[in-house]
T-cell receptor, first 114, second 113 residues
């Protein structure tokens, strides 16, 4: 199945550091989403982006929907231990495809050392 | 936010048996639910789209006769893994569609011995 390319694959940082991860696709999407998944749990929505160029914040998280609608980034500022988990980007409504089908990125594993 | 539950959370079964996993939307009606499979250290891969009252739509490469989906009500979809084999061992996650957003269940860990 199709996946979005996400980088980096993993990050090991110190508490308090800022984090940046990004997601790219060869296809255009109508909506970009960022999820966090804890071990043994389902993903939880962090941020949703609906317009090309949109920059949205949710607390310490900031995400942007690329102008071309083929990429997005997520920044986490002042990381804390509970930020540990796997972060997934997801594209919704691929151009020419089903409007409600989510395609997930490959994931970024974040480890935060206190 | 909307809540989705799954049952069971973990199941171990013997090779050749069938296993049913339930996905329920607890505080909203979901005419559409999705089933995903996630292998260790990998991403979520969509298996099928489940529509209430109609047949599920399966993704390419997913056997519809092996992964039976039933969406008999607006709050319940079930996934039955028939004649399970060790390679079917995985984390199965469902989601319910509400107001154009998908809300995910907590997942079901299936281990086939």
């Amino acid at each position: 199945g199709q996946q979005l390319n996400q980088s980096p694959q993993s990050m090991f940082i110190q508490e308090g550091e800022d984090v940046s991860m990004n997601c790219t696709s060869s296809s255009i999407f109508n909506t970009w989403l960022w999820y966090k998944q804890d071990p043994g749990e389902g993903p939880v929505l962090l941020i949703a982006l609906y317009k090309a160029g949109e920059l949205t914040s949710n607390g310490r998280l900031t995400a942007q929907f690329g102008i071309t609608r083929k990429d997005s980034f997520l920044n986490i500022s002042a990381s804390i231990p509970s930020d540990v988990g796997i972060y997934f980007c997801a594209g919704l409504g691929i151009k020419g495809g089903a409007t409600n089908k989510l395609i997930f990125g490959t994931g970024t594993l974040l480890a935060v050392q206190p | 936010g909307a809540v989705v539950s799954q049952h069971p959370s973990r199941v171990i079964c013997k090779s050749g048996t069938s296993v049913k996993i339930e996905c329920r939307s607890l505080d909203f009606q979901a005419t559409t639910m999705f089933w995903y499979r996630q292998f260790p250290k990998q991403s979520l891969m969509l298996m099928a789209t489940s529509n209430e009252g109609s047949k599920a739509t399966y993704e390419q490469g997913v056997e519809k006769d092996k992964f039976l989906i039933n969406h008999a009500s607006l709050t319940l979809s079930t996934l039955t893994v028939t004649s399970a084999h060790p390679e079917d061992s995985s984390f199965y996650i469902c989601s319910g569609l509400a107001s154009y957003e998908q809300y995910f269940g907590p997942g079901t860990r299936l281990t086939v011995t």
